[in-house]
């Protein structure tokens, strides 16, 4: 079972929420893990005064940064008497300083209070969807005013075998670490699991009703009932094979509820994400390698912006962050 051992915690500058912050502890004593709750300032322009600061940039950063450092300890005073909290002040572009900060202290978790204000309408602040593209852990964007625990999670997986070989073992192994990531969380957080897989049969509607290609309507019921039942015996393996991997103690909790759901996967999870009002969904953020500037695949952006709960996003091993610790 996947066990997180060293987390960075990320607050915005002068935020007075805890979301974040809560989450990462619980997870932290659960994984009996290392803890860091960060922040990242804005770089002081040069020859800039601010006399109530100081008559120097470096008089205005020392400043800022010890004004953040004291919000900090504020921030996880409350958490002292239960574990070990370390707390940083960053300096620079946000993601790329969070990114540099996970790539020098070798941070296996990021967990950050969504930056945007706007959930409802379905947007992530710029910054995060630079951190779910360009971070080489996985990134927890918790969701304002989140419950203290997620009652119900979805892995959100494609087990399709139509790739090529090479990306067809990258999904594999993507889909293995969704199922182990969301299992631990489930098994952590006495939750429901929820796995769904979205699934279409190739051509169903040109052979229904293309005038040149149209075929009889039980003939096409055949071939829609075969291509649904192999989607239904790749979702079930997946899930077989997840269970192997679970402790005893996890197999026993665990009985993940399946969704095989027909149509394009960024309609149909979002909206099953809606129903079932699922707290958080765990989910790749990465489908091809080896392709220039393909860093999201499309159908995960498009899911991102339409979903209202707090998301687990996670890349497949090998994935190489094009941020450098000298930018």
Not at 86 to 95: D, R
Not at 151 to 165: F, H
Request: hydrophobic share 40%.
């Amino acid at each position: 079972m996947k066990r997180f051992n060293n987390i960075l915690c990320v607050t915005e500058p002068q935020a007075v929420g805890q979301c974040a912050i809560e989450c990462a502890v619980a997870l932290a004593e659960n994984n009996q893990a290392s803890m860091t709750v960060a922040t990242v300032t804005e770089r002081v322009p040069a020859g800039i005064e601010i006399p109530v600061l100081g008559s120097s940039p470096g008089h205005v950063r020392a400043k800022l940064m010890d004004a953040e450092a004291q919000r900090l300890n504020t921030l996880i005073a409350p958490y002292r008497a239960r574990l070990k909290i370390n707390t940083k002040v960053l300096v620079g572009t946000s993601f790329l300083e969070i990114i540099r900060e996970v790539m020098r202290s070798e941070h296996d978790l990021v967990v950050k209070c969504s930056g945007s204000q706007e959930w409802l309408g379905h947007l992530f602040a710029d910054d995060d969807m630079n951190l779910l593209r360009k971070c080489p852990c996985p990134v927890w964007l918790v969701k304002p005013e989140t419950p203290q625990s997620n009652r119900r999670i979805l892995a959100a997986v494609d087990v399709e075998d139509d790739y090529p070989p090479a990306e067809l073992k990258t999904r594999q192994a993507l889909n293995d670490m969704v199922m182990e990531l969301a299992g631990s969380l489930a098994v952590s957080e006495f939750a429901e699991l929820h796995v769904a897989h979205a699934w279409e049969a190739f051509g169903e509607s040109t052979l229904r009703h293309s005038g040149f290609m149209s075929r009889p309507e039980a003939e096409v019921d055949v071939y829609v009932e075969q291509a649904h039942q192999r989607h239904a015996e790749l979702l079930d393996a997946l899930v077989q094979k997840s269970r192997s991997n679970l402790e005893q103690d996890a197999m026993d909790y665990i009985r993940p509820q399946l969704h095989l759901l027909k149509g394009s996967a960024r309609r149909v999870i979002p909206e099953l994400a809606k129903r079932l009002e699922i707290d958080c969904i765990v989910m790749g953020t990465v489908a091809r390698t080896g392709v220039p500037g393909f860093i999201m695949g499309n159908t995960a952006e498009t899911i991102l912006q339409l979903i209202d709960c707090s998301v687990l996003a996670v890349k497949p091993e090998g994935f190489s962050t094009p941020v450098t610790l000298d930018g």
